[in-house]
């Protein structure tokens, strides 16, 4: 709890305490919320659907207007199958110089897509119908033409030339139907008879320039194909005399097509001493095994008969002289004996093994002398070879040109004439599905389409010039922004006087802002100020208790602020209106409640309740009250326990300086004691000050807002001055705010739940 200083001139009285209920930091101005959201924008579009249908029916009308002017336009049609003719009918394709490569299905269709759609084609169409009817078919007289005609006005000249060909083609379309071989063909023209003879005739016209160019294409290929064989034959004879001239030259001899003598012998050379050296080795081996080997071992010798046959003699005979030595002396004549005939047999058996040896030897001898002579006779002939090595890779080079030429020249020969047989063969690849016939209805203009393109085209500028409206628009606008953009409660929404009451508004009979004018002359009608005490204003009564029970709970301690001073940013937002019936609303629930007209300027409190303006107010703090005093400037109204201090008739421009006046704080702790609740209307607080002044000495003040009027930047510049100030900011009111124009579900609501009977109960 914050206690308010008191002020310092003598004789001032002292207030009570005041208590601080609410406190409010100051606002960062400028703070932006999270962006939108879908929904968001869902219930901006839904809040201006009126301004959307408005953009929608422009839009249908602007289609319209586009489309009454324009002439009726037929479009016949017409189906064509395009088949793949079979290029290599006797291998044809391989003759053709100017065939390209086989492609896929669908580009070959678009070829033929495109060569429809191509100018000479369309110059040969025009060319057959004839000058008049060709002007016809390429589009016919529009309606603006005949407008023109009928109301004598010159009329252009008509198109010719290329004119008439690019307006033909401007008119001729033709696409490929997917995944099948037709092409749809479209004509239009305002005479449905002319757009079908245009397209019967093209379809002609198409058929026959294929078949002219498969036939001029055949002719000129034959052509080429005789010139080029006739090149081949002389190209082959000039290949072949080079080549025999140069082998004759080189001394080149061949015993076949690609072998070489030379290279020939060479390899026989070259099989024989590889023979040689084999055999050299196996004879070199022989040799020194039969030197060092024991006779016996020799294969020579085992293999020999005679050499075997003596040789196990000689074992025969060792073995026994072996055995007479054992049993006999050296001088025995058996020993002796035999002996003598061991002498007698090894003799020969030396002898032949010797000559074995030496036949041995010789054969590798011989061996040897023939694998020289071989190497030798190799490398004279690859000499031989190495040298002509070099002339025999041009020549191969002759040769296979000459092969090449022979090759080229008999396939040459042989496709000129399957040629012969295959250019007589023409076919058209082109048939007609469905000829073209005369339509019955035009197609353009399509008043329908065009009217749903209006539609569309229209809703979309409307839903762009909503958004951007919406996104200049700096207003506050729905119950929960002033929370969102001040940081301060939310206190009350007070719905628009025209949706609930029938009123013209809030401001009716006010001359500027919230100044004074006078209530007409025999007016019976609801004043919006009096809302809260007539019977027929149950909703904006209800209102104004909501937000008086959130000022009434808004209390801490179980002290409820007793002084409120109720402002607002600028004028026009409604401040009065809502302290008349807060004041209303107190006074129902038995509470003695004081209006003090605070705005000595426009003060207009006198009016609404219909009482005297003599004395009031500024009389009292400028030392002029009446005789009676305080209490001489305090008026009880026709409303039991609501009383008013009139602003009176001081001057305005003294405004600001009489709420200094020490009176000022007196007049408010006297009225502390004396009422239950005081309600301060004061002037705008952007522009004069007296709001400011009387919120110093107040228990809290009450913003009021206009939906739609009040900026966001104005509120937040109203809030910053009195959190400035240290004043307290109790909350705010949303005042005028039109339920229907806002998103959401709470109009529907609003309407179905408080439009039914109500019954005020009349106060005591």
């Not at 019976?524 to 208790?545: H, I, P, Q, Y």
């Not at 008349?580 to 300027?601: K, M, Q, T």
């Amino acid at each position: 709890m914050k206690q308010l200083p008191e002020p310092g001139q003598p004789g001032e009285a002292r207030l009570p305490v005041r208590y601080e209920y609410v406190e409010v930091p100051a606002p960062e101005t400028g703070a932006e919320p999270e962006g939108p959201t879908l929904l968001d924008y869902w219930r901006t579009l839904k809040r201006n659907k009126g301004t959307l249908a408005l953009f929608a029916l422009g839009g249908i009308a602007a289609a319209l207007l586009f489309s009454l002017p324009q002439t009726p336009v037929y479009q016949a049609k017409m189906t064509l199958e395009i088949l793949n003719l079979n290029e290599n009918v006797l291998n044809r394709r391989q003759l053709e110089p100017t065939e390209a490569p086989a492609g896929s299905p669908e580009l070959d269709i678009c070829t033929q897509v495109r060569i429809l759609q191509s100018e000479a084609l369309v110059e040969r169409v025009l060319s057959k119908l004839g000058g008049a009817q060709a002007a016809e078919t390429s589009g016919g007289r529009s309606r603006v033409s005949s407008w023109r005609e009928s109301l004598g006005l010159k009329t252009p000249p008509e198109p010719s030339g290329e004119a008439l060909v690019s307006r033909a083609l401007s008119n001729l379309k033709a696409q490929a139907v997917p995944q099948t071989r037709l092409v749809e063909v479209k004509y239009d023209s305002t005479d449905p008879k002319a757009a079908a003879e245009f397209l019967n005739t093209l379809a002609a016209e198409f058929i026959e320039q294929n078949l002219e160019v498969r036939w001029d294409t055949t002719q000129k290929t034959g052509q080429w194909l005789t010139k080029q064989l006739q090149d081949l034959k002389i190209k082959l004879e000039k290949a072949e005399d080079e080549l025999q001239q140069y082998a004759r030259t080189a001394g080149l001899m061949f015993t076949a097509e690609k072998d070489n003598v030379a290279e020939q012998k060479l390899r026989q050379l070259q099989d024989e001493l590889l023979k040689a050296q084999a055999d050299r080795a196996a004879k070199q081996a022989r040799y020194e095994q039969a030197r060092t080997a024991p006779p016996e071992t020799l294969p020579e010798i085992l293999e020999d008969p005679t050499l075997r046959s003596s040789g196990e003699k000689l074992t025969d005979l060792r073995r026994e002289l072996a055995e007479l030595r054992a049993a006999y002396t050296p001088s025995h004549p058996k020993v002796l004996k035999v002996q003598a005939q061991i002498a007698a047999l090894e003799g020969p058996f030396e002898r032949q093994r010797q000559n074995v040896v030496a036949r041995i030897g010789n054969e590798y001898e011989a061996a040897v002398r023939r694998e020289k002579l071989l190497a030798r006779d190799y490398e004279a002939q690859s000499r031989v070879v190495n040298d002509q090595a070099a002339r025999a890779v041009h020549y191969n080079i002759l040769k296979r040109e000459v092969d090449t030429q022979r090759s080229l020249y008999e396939a040459m020969l042989q496709r000129v004439k399957e040629y012969g047989i295959a250019s007589a063969m023409q076919a058209s690849n082109v048939r007609v599905v469905d000829k073209a016939k005369p339509p019955r209805f035009p197609y353009k203009p399509n008043y329908p389409l065009n009217s749903a393109l209006g539609l569309m085209l229209g809703l979309m500028l409307g839903v762009g010039f909503v958004l951007i409206r919406e996104r200049a628009d700096r207003t506050i606008q729905a119950p929960g922004e002033v929370s969102l953009w001040l940081d301060a409660p939310e206190l009350g929404v007070i719905p628009c006087a025209q949706r609930h009451s029938g009123l013209l508004g809030y401001y009716r009979h006010r001359r500027g802002g919230d100044g004074g004018g006078k209530r007409p002359e025999g007016k019976t009608g609801l004043e919006v100020e009096l809302a809260t005490s007539n019977r027929s204003a149950a909703l904006l009564a209800d209102s104004f208790r909501a937000t008086l029970t959130s000022i009434l709970f808004s209390a801490k301690n179980g002290h409820a602020p007793k002084v409120l001073v109720v402002t607002s940013p600028n004028p026009g937002e409604g401040k009065t209106t809502v302290v008349s019936n807060l004041g209303l609303a107190l006074a129902e629930i038995h509470r003695r409640v004081l209006l003090v007209d605070a705005d000595l300027r426009k003060p207009r409190l006198h009016e609404i309740f219909e009482m005297p303006n003599e004395y009031g107010l500024g009389e009292l703090l400028s030392g002029e009250a009446p005789p009676e005093g305080r209490e001489g400037v305090i008026v009880e109204t026709r409303h039991p326990r609501l009383f008013v201090a009139p602003a009176g008739k001081q001057a305005a421009g003294s405004a600001a300086n009489l709420l200094y006046s020490p009176r000022f704080p007196e007049f408010l702790a006297w009225a502390r004691e004396e009422f239950d609740a005081v309600l301060i209307d004061t002037p705008p607080m952007l522009t004069m000050p007296d709001a400011r002044v009387a919120g110093r000495l107040s228990d809290g003040v009450v913003l009021v807002v206009r939906s739609r009027h009040t900026t966001r930047e104005m509120a937040q510049a109203a809030a910053q001055k009195l959190a400035e100030d240290g004043t307290v900011i109790l909350g705010t009111v949303l005042n005028d705010w039109d339920p229907k124009a806002s998103s959401g579900g709470y109009y529907g609501y609003h309407r179905g739940y408080y439009y039914r009977p109500y019954y005020h109960r009349p106060p005591d």
